[in-house]
């Protein structure tokens, strides 16, 4: 059987610590060069795997923040995959006290322990989020 795509996690997978191997991406690119599709998936913001990567030009697609954004490296051409949250949601999180705040196209990310905060805001705002824990994060993401 031939695989014709491989999507990769970034960290974890493709990245310890935030840091690509020469010999991740050597083995990115023969898998490239062989005819294959490369997707890249993450949970991350786009601005920080774009700062972190110089090499996300290998990837066809990349899909960030938890598959609310596709973005084409050739074109940097973006796509929403979900509805953004009202700008006034991050702002009213900002302002009861939520000082560490991330703001992506679609998605919202805070850190404990703010997430009773962050689920009051999603109730009064009665905007279709659902919060998600990864380690210490408190991702608020769009529902599917």
Not at 85 to 100: D, K, T
Request: glycine share 6%.
């Amino acid at each position: 059987m031939r695989y014709h795509v491989l999507a990769a996690d970034y960290d974890g997978t493709l990245a310890k610590d935030g840091h690509v191997e020469t010999s991740t991406v050597d083995a990115l690119r023969r898998l490239r060069d062989s005819g294959r599709k490369l997707l890249m998936v993450t949970g991350r913001r786009l601005e920080p795997i774009l700062d972190l990567f110089p090499d996300v030009s290998l990837f066809d697609r990349i899909v960030a923040e938890n598959g609310a954004l596709l973005f084409d490296p050739t074109t940097g051409e973006e796509t929403l995959l979900a509805e953004p949250p009202p700008p006034e949601f991050a702002a009213e999180l900002q302002r009861r006290g939520v000082n560490r705040l991330e703001t992506g196209r679609c998605i919202v990310a805070t850190w404990q322990p703010f997430e009773t905060i962050s689920l009051e805001v999603i109730r009064e705002f009665a905007i279709d989020l659902h919060i998600i824990f990864n380690k210490d994060a408190v991702m608020l993401l769009p529902r599917w």
